[in-house]
C-alpha cells in the first residue's frame, strides 16, 4: 500500500501549523509537526544548561545523545494535542518566542539535525501523512506526492504572531516579534544544512493577502490533483 505524504514547509508564521492539521484531519492523515520536534529539543537543552554551549565539542556530543533519547509524546485529545516532555505538558511553553529561538539553534547543528531525522521519518505511516516543517520536501520526505511552500511577508506574520501570544495572555510588541521573525528567517535560509528553501517541485503559496479558507482551498485543490488515487 502507497503511504501518501504531502508536506508543508515555509517561515515561522505563514500559518503552516494551522493548516497542516486541518489537512490531516480532512484526508484522515498522521500528522508531523516536526518545528514541536526541534522545540521540544531546544527546550531541553535549554533545561540542562546546553542550548548555548553547543559549540562545544563534549556539550554537542551529550545534545546529540539527548537528541536522539528525548522522551516526547503527542496526545491527542477533544481539546486538540498536548506535547509532553519527559512526562511534563509543555504544550504551551514551547510555542513561546523564546523556545522557538532555541529551535532555531538547535535546527542550525547538522549533528542535531541527522540525531532527529529518523525519529521524523517514522511518522509516515498508512494511509497518509501532513508533515509541517522546514525541510519536509528538501530533506526528510523527497519523495512526498504533494509538497506546498507556504510563504507570507514578514510583517504579516509578524502581526498574527502577535495576535496569537496576545490571545494566550502574553504582552508583546510588534516590532520585537518583526525583528525576532526577520533573524530566524535570515537563520533558516543561510544554514548551511537543509535551508529553508522551496522544492523545485513545490506549489508555492503566498498568504499574506489571504485567509485560512482560501489557502485551504488552494491547498486541497492542488493536492488532490496529486495525490495517487
Do not use: C
Not at 24 to 50: C, K, P, V
Amino acid at each position: 500500500m502507497t503511504i501518501q505524504i504531502i508536506t508543508i514547509d515555509g517561515p515561522s508564521g505563514s500559518g503552516k501549523g494551522t493548516l497542516a492539521a486541518k489537512l490531516a484531519q480532512h484526508y484522515q492523515f498522521h500528522l508531523l509537526d516536526s518545528g514541536a520536534i526541534y522545540r521540544l529539543l531546544g527546550l531541553s537543552l535549554h533545561q540542562r544548561e546546553l542550548i548555548e554551549v553547543l559549540d562545544q565539542p563534549t556539550e554537542l556530543e551529550q545534545s546529540t545523545n539527548i537528541a536522539t533519547n528525548l522522551d516526547i509524546k503527542f496526545v491527542s485529545g477533544a481539546e486538540g494535542t498536548r506535547i509532553y516532555l519527559d512526562g511534563a505538558d509543555v504544550t504551551e511553553t514551547i510555542r513561546t518566542e523564546r523556545v522557538g529561538e532555541f529551535a532555531s539553534k538547535v535546527a542550525a547543528i547538522p549533528a542535531l539535525r541527522s540525531a532527529l531525522f529518523d525519529r521524523q521519518r517514522a511518522f509516515a505511516q498508512a494511509p497518509g501523512l501532513v508533515a509541517d516543517g522546514r525541510d519536509m520536501a528538501t530533506s526528510i520526505f523527497p519523495e512526498a506526492q504533494a509538497k506546498i511552500y507556504l510563504t507570507a511577508s514578514a510583517e504579516s506574520r509578524a502581526e498574527r504572531r502577535v495576535k496569537q501570544l496576545q490571545g494566550m495572555g502574553l504582552d508583546v510588541k510588534i516590532s520585537d516579534i518583526l525583528t525576532n521573525i526577520q533573524a530566524r528567517d535570515k537563520r533558516d535560509m543561510e544554514r548551511t544544512v537543509a535551508p529553508l528553501k522551496p522544492a523545485q517541485d513545490a506549489y508555492i503559496i503566498d498568504s499574506s493577502a489571504l485567509n485560512i479558507d482560501e489557502v485551504f482551498k488552494l491547498m486541497t485543490d492542488y493536492i488532490d490533483s496529486q495525490l495517487v488515487k
